[in-house]
């Protein structure tokens, strides 16, 4: 299992790629897809990802659409055009992070 | 297999709102959330309540409670917003109240008006704004009366500080309210407050240590805005005094003045002992109109020296005394005396008396000395009076002495 810690920061970029990758997602749906992608070594909780998920729909990145399940509401989300572009730069933002830190951990790997 | 009811759902939406969750968007995601959590569980035959209640059994206390004040207070733009604004304002309002005090320090014109400005500002800015995001971001039981007390008591006591900057009339009903409204309604549901959550020491000894600030700056406010009743009353009782013995020496002075006629006197020396009168009237009408106004200044138009109250009024005296100054009303008549009474008086020894009585700098060295600022109204008033007792002294030797 990773750790919220480290999850903190990468969250936002989690959702926008996921989102970016399907037309629309909803909380659990989000959820699911985490867990699958990552072996169960990501799970999101309620308290970390509704947050993220308001907050980026009030800054417009994100749109909702409501869609009745008998007595339930489902509420989808999906990335407006603002939020894709800014995804797609996220995204890139993460990849160099990652790469950053790569390096950081593994600056002499074996055979160079 | 079994699926979810509509009475499952309203099950689960009720407990929701049962747990403090009141977001109508928040409500009908969780509730579909959890809905897809159970599920699986009732495909596998597990019951709808054991399946619920080990799934909120696992999550941790006020989960959603949380993630609603999370979302209000992060996704929330309008919030957010309110937040900046609060901010810009705090630091104008402090910014110009720091260069109106720097400019009232120095004399410079405006710094009075910068310092209420700024003060306004605050109380009525920042402040509530303050006061409605601090309570917006309280987690636990709310107490909406603790933060109107603790805003009330903080806007009079900053309003009773711009009222007496500005010398309007109200600030000590002002400070006394906000002393009275920190003592008895801030303090006793503060304590109710901490009481009820004893477990939460730390926020307690936030607030009991600004309680306490409170309660020692209300007292250092007290104690340096009024004087001891004691002082107060020996200042009274040598006013009194200075005034009856000013009163004898005048009428000492009257029947000197009627001797004179029975004395073979030169017309030029007789010319000169009624100027001299003439300008120990003046001199004394002046000091009169000087006081006169001294308690108008503390205590409005309508106040008279027989009947003015605010006798540790700490502003009147310079102010009047001030413009005085920029009039040269008193010091030119001073000189003016002390000139005809040496003339009158050849002797050195007379002149030496005419000059201990008649100080010219005596009055001058109150207008020039920044310490005048602060003199309470009552020893103002005593000083004034004992210069014009002093004048009639210094005319009553020069009477003796021509008479003698």
């Known amino acids: 299992m990773i750790s919220n810690d480290l999850l903190k920061g990468t969250l936002r970029t989690i959702v926008l790629k996921l989102l970016s990758e399907n037309d629309r997602l909803y909380g659990y749906e989000i959820t699911k897809k985490v867990e699958e992608m990552s ?71 074996s055979g160079a | 297999m079994r699926s979810l009811t509509d009475n499952d759902i309203d099950f689960i939406i009720a407990d929701l709102e049962k747990r403090g969750l009141t977001m109508p968007v928040l409500k009908d995601e969780l509730t579909d959330h959890i809905c897809c959590l159970i599920e699986p569980d009732l495909e596998n035959g597990i019951d709808f309540v054991t399946s619920y209640n080990s799934l909120v059994n696992n999550l941790e206390d006020n989960i959603f409670r949380d993630i609603q004040h999370n979302i209000m207070l992060s996704a929330n733009l309008k919030y957010q917003k309110m937040k900046k604004t609060m901010f810009v304002l705090g ?46 971001e309280k987690r636990d039981k709310k107490n909406i009366l603790l933060d109107i007390a603790g805003y009330v008591t903080v806007t009079l006591f900053i ?41 939460e020491t730390k926020s307690s000894v936030g607030y009991l240590m600004v309680i306490l600030l409170i309660a ?35 009428s000492a002075n009257d029947s000197l003045y009627s001797r004179l006629g029975t004395k073979d006197l030169s017309p030029e020396v007789l010319a000169k002992v009624t100027d001299l009168r003439k300008v120990s009237t003046i001199l004394s009408l002046k000091t009169d109109r000087l006081q ?80 005048s600022k602060n003199i309470p109204l009552i020893a103002g008033l005593l000083y004034l009076t004992n210069f014009k007792l002093h004048v009639e002294m210094a005319e009553y030797h020069v009477l003796k002495t021509i008479l003698n």
């Open chain 2, 216 to 250: 020692i700056g209300g007292i250092y406010i007290v104690s340096a805005t009024r004087m001891e009743k004691g002082t107060k009353e020996s200042y009274a009782k040598g006013y009194r005094e200075a005034n009856s013995k000013f009163a004898m020496v005048r």
């Open chain 2, 292 to 371: 006169d106004a001294m308690v108008k200044v503390a205590d409005g138009d309508s106040a008279t020296l027989e009947n003015f109250t605010s006798l540790s009024d700490r502003k009147a005296f310079y102010k009047v005394l001030l413009s005085d100054m920029k009039n040269s009303n008193v010091s030119s008549e001073v000189v003016k005396f002390k000139f005809l009474a040496k003339t009158l008086c050849p002797n050195p020894v007379d002149q030496g008396i005419v000059e201990e009585n008649m100080n010219a700098n005596y009055l001058l060295a109150y207008y020039l000395n920044p310490e």
């Open chain 2, 91 to 136: 630091i104008i309002g402090s910014l110009l109240i720091m260069t109106g005090a720097f400019s009232k320090v120095n004399n410079i014109p405006i710094g009075g008006l910068g310092l209420s400005l700024g003060l306004l500002i605050i109380i009525f800015g920042f402040l509530p704004l303050f006061y409605f995001t601090a309570y917006k």
């Open chain 1, 39 to 109: 072996k169960g070594k990501i799970r999101l909780t309620f308290g970390a990802l509704y947050p993220v998920l308001h907050k980026l729909e009030a800054e417009g990145y994100l749109r909702t659409e409501k869609e009745n399940i008998g007595k339930r509401v489902r509420i989808h989300y999906s990335l407006t055009d603002n939020g894709k572009n800014w995804a797609a730069s996220k995204m890139e933002e993460f990849r160099e992070f990652v790469n950053t830190m790569t390096y950081i951990l593994n600056p002499y790997p």
């Open chain 2, 159 to 199: 309003l009773s500080v711009l009222f007496s900057n500005q010398h309007w009339p109200g600030a000590a009903i002002a400070r006394n309210g906000s002393l009275l409204f920190a003592i008895f309604i801030f303090a006793p549901l503060y304590m109710v407050t901490v009481f009820r959550k004893a477990n």
